[in-house]
C-alpha cells in the first residue's frame, strides 16, 4: 500500500475517533444544561419592576408554561404554553422555543448565563432581546 493512502487512512480514523469524542462531551454538555434549566424561573422585567404581577416559568421534560401572578390578589392566570429544546456545540448553548401559543417567543434564543439562580437568554430580534430570571 502506498504511503498516502496508509497516512490518509490513519487520519481518517484520527479523525472519526475524535469527532465521536466531541459528539459525547457535547451530549453530556445538553443534558446538564437541560437539568439545570428544568424548574421555576420568576422573570425579572427590568422594563416594569414596579409591576403589580410577574411571570413564573416551568421547564419541565421539553415542555413549558407561563403563569401570570397578580401579587395584590394572588390571582394567578395560565397565558403561555410551548415546548423547548436545549441544543449546543462546544462553545455554545441554546434553548429553542416552538409551538407556543405567543408566537412571538417562537425562536432559537442563545443561552448567557444558566447559573443555579439565575437565567438568562437572548435573541436578536431587531434588536437585542433579553429574557432574565431567577429561580424560585
Do not use: P
Not at 444558566?114 to 430580534?125: I, M, N, Q, T
Amino acid at each position: 500500500m502506498n504511503s498516502r493512502k496508509l497516512l490518509f487512512i490513519l487520519f481518517s480514523i484520527i479523525f472519526l475517533l475524535f469527532a465521536s469524542s466531541c459528539e459525547k462531551k457535547i451530549e453530556k454538555i445538553e443534558e446538564k444544561t437541560r437539568k439545570e434549566v428544568e424548574g421555576l424561573w420568576k422573570r425579572i422585567d427590568v422594563s416594569n419592576v414596579s409591576s403589580d404581577t410577574y411571570d413564573e416559568w416551568r421547564f419541565t421534560n421539553g415542555k413549558f408554561d407561563v403563569v401570570r401572578c397578580h401579587i395584590a390578589t394572588n390571582q394567578r392566570d395560565s397565558i403561555v404554553t410551548g415546548d423547548y429544546v436545549i441544543s449546543a456545540n462546544l462553545t455554545k448553548k441554546n434553548i429553542t422555543i416552538t409551538n407556543c401559543s405567543d408566537s412571538h417567543i417562537n425562536d432559537k434564543w442563545r443561552i448567557h448565563i444558566l447559573k443555579d439562580d439565575y437565567f438568562s437568554f437572548y435573541r436578536r430580534f431587531g434588536g437585542l432581546e433579553y429574557l432574565e430570571f431567577t429561580r424560585q
